[in-house]
T-cell receptor, first 113, second 112 residues
Framework: KQEVTQIPAALSVPEGENLVLNCSFT??????LQWFRQDPGKGLTSLLL?????REQTSGRLNASLDKSSGRSTLYIAASQPGDSATYLC????????????FGKGTKLTVNP | NAGVMQNPRHLVRRRGQEARLRCSPM?????VYWYRQLPEEGLKFMVY????????ESGMPKERFSAEFPKEGPSILRIQQVVRGDSAAYFC??????????FGPGTRLTVL
C-alpha cells in the first residue's frame, strides 16, 4: 500500500528566502508524481508533474525533483513571496492498474513580509 | 475549454438528509475521480469511474455512499442519511486517459 509523507507539516519563512519542501513515498513503482497548491477553502492548483522517467521539472521559481530509487521528491521555491503562502501537496500515481492519486497531508507554508 | 465544474460549491444538510454532489468533467475527458478531504487530513481517494462504469470504488465507505457517471450528464456522488462525520470537502477530478488528473474547485459539505 502506497504511503506518502510530507515534511515539515508547517513552515514559516521570511520573504525572499529559498526553501525546500519534502515528499517521500514507500512504493517506488510510480507512474508520475505531482505537486499541488491549495489555498484555504479553495481547490487544488497543479504546479508541476514529473513523469517516472524524468528527474525534474521547472516552472518559473519552482523546481521539482524526483528520485524514485530513494522514494523522494522535493519542491524548491526560489525567492519566496508572501503570495506563495498556501498548503503544498504532493501526490503520486502508482503503477499496477490503480488510477488513484495518493496524497500526502501537505506542508503549510507561510511567507512573512 | 472550461475546467472541471462542481456544484454546488457549498452544501448544508441536516443529519439524516441526502447530499448529491455533481461533477462535470472537462470536455473530452471520460475518466472521473472523487476524493474527500476531511478537516486537517489529506485528500483520500474514494472512487474512479468511466462512462457508465465504476472502475475502482475501494475508497468508498461501504454504506450510504454511491457514485455514478451516466452516459449523459455529470457524475454524481450521493450520500444518503448524512452524519456529522461526512462534513468535508469533496473534490472531483477528470482525466482524458487515466493520466494527469485535473481537479475541480470542490464541494464543501457541512452536516448540521
Amino acid at each position: 500500500k502506497q504511503e506518502v509523507t510530507q515534511i515539515p507539516a508547517a513552515l514559516s519563512v521570511p520573504e525572499g528566502e529559498n526553501l525546500v519542501l519534502n515528499c517521500s513515498f514507500t512504493d517506488s513503482a510510480i507512474y508520475n508524481l505531482q505537486w499541488f497548491r491549495q489555498d484555504p477553502g479553495k481547490g487544488l492548483t497543479s504546479l508541476l508533474l514529473i513523469q517516472s522517467s524524468q528527474r525534474e521539472q521547472t516552472s518559473g521559481r519552482l523546481n521539482a525533483s524526483l528520485d524514485k530509487s530513494s522514494g523522494r521528491s522535493t519542491l524548491y521555491i526560489a525567492a519566496s513571496q508572501p503570495g506563495d503562502s498556501a498548503t503544498y501537496l504532493c501526490a503520486d500515481l502508482t503503477q499496477g492498474g490503480s488510477e488513484k492519486l495518493v496524497f500526502g497531508k501537505g506542508t503549510k507554508l507561510t511567507v512573512n513580509p | 475549454n472550461a475546467g472541471v465544474m462542481q456544484n454546488p460549491r457549498h452544501l448544508v444538510r441536516r443529519r439524516g438528509q441526502e447530499a448529491r454532489l455533481r461533477c462535470s468533467p472537462m470536455k473530452g475527458h471520460s475518466h472521473v475521480y472523487w476524493y474527500r478531504q476531511l478537516p486537517e487530513e489529506g485528500l483520500k481517494f474514494m472512487v474512479y469511474l468511466q462512462k457508465e462504469n465504476i472502475i475502482d470504488e475501494s475508497g468508498m465507505p461501504k454504506e450510504r455512499f454511491s457514485a455514478e457517471f451516466p452516459k449523459e450528464g455529470p457524475s454524481i456522488l450521493r450520500i444518503q442519511q448524512v452524519v456529522r462525520g461526512d462534513s468535508a470537502a469533496y473534490f472531483c477530478a477528470s482525466s482524458p486517459m487515466a493520466d494527469t488528473q485535473y481537479f475541480g474547485p470542490g464541494t464543501r459539505l457541512t452536516v448540521l
